[in-house]
């Protein structure tokens, strides 16, 4: 069974630089961040937003000189890690889930009372995006990971975090209600953590790991923090692979 998994993070805390434990020849990064992707992993680079239909699918549109171009989309470039790398991704990655969701925000905004509301028109959008999850990627057997930017809610608890977005997807929990686990980044004196485990956090794992490991810094190994006998750095690769082991474990006893 695929597993699903969410980064979270304060902006700068090193959501994609986890990507790094990833292997380039099994991954396929899709980037909507407004910036460039700096890791040598497979990606797609989204630098603009049209529909979700065409981020997911692609589209055929007519250019500057009347000619008619195709937009690729995450299907297109999952066909096109195939033919470069003889199969397909074992695992796609979405940097950031964050960002796409103010894409579909602002283009309702530009658009009003499409489907009665602007926030009807946001709901299906949204809705789109995580159907293709699980049907197209999920469902084929491919792991997903989706970075998410998220920030601290000080006007009750300054270690609760919120993700971005509105309306009713947001109300139900958004993407963290929607993956088998999650984690989120955070800065601790001179080093940044990954906290496993605790609602206010936005973490959560069935899993027997620590509820707080801290990251190794790859840039300057020496800056890392010393751990103590029996502790690990987390790595989102042994992550993910431990979230593949327990859905199998479940389907081959549990599943009727």
């Not at 980064?7 to 380039?24: Q, Y």
């Not at 407004?34 to 250019?63: C, R, W």
């Not at 029996?230 to 042994?238: A, K, S, T, V, W």
């Amino acid at each position: 069974m695929a597993a699903k998994l969410l980064v979270n993070g304060e902006a700068a805390t090193g959501k994609t630089t986890l990507l790094a434990s990833l292997d380039p020849e099994t991954t396929l990064v899709i980037s909507r961040d407004n910036k460039t992707f700096g890791l040598p992993i497979p990606h797609q680079l989204v630098t603009e937003y049209v529909s979700m239909d065409s981020f997911l699918y692609g589209a055929d549109v007519i250019d500057e000189d009347d000619k008619e171009v195709h937009i690729d989309g995450v299907v297109d470039k999952i066909e096109a890690f195939n033919t470069a790398y003889g199969h397909y991704p074992e695992t796609v990655v979405f940097d950031t889930v964050s960002q796409l969701t103010m894409d579909v925000i602002n283009k309702a905004l530009q658009t009003p009372n499409v489907y009665g509301s602007q926030g009807a028109e946001i709901n299906k959008e949204l809705g789109k995006f995580v159907d293709f999850l699980h049907e197209y990627l999920e469902l084929g057997d491919i792991n997903i990971i989706l970075l998410n930017h998220v920030v601290k809610d000080k006007s009750e608890d300054a270690t609760e975090y919120v993700a971005f977005g509105q309306g009713q997807f947001k109300n139900k929990g958004g993407f963290f209600s929607i993956v088998d686990e999650s984690v989120t980044i955070a800065q601790e004196g001179n080093y940044l953590v990954v906290y496993t485990k605790g609602s206010l956090k936005q973490a959560r794992s069935k899993l027997d790991i620590p509820a707080k490991m801290y990251i190794e810094s790859l840039g300057d190994p020496i800056k890392s923090k010393k751990l103590k006998e029996g502790e690990r750095y987390y790595n989102l690769q042994e992550h993910l692979q431990m979230i593949i082991d327990a859905n199998k474990k479940v389907e081959t006893k549990f599943q009727l």
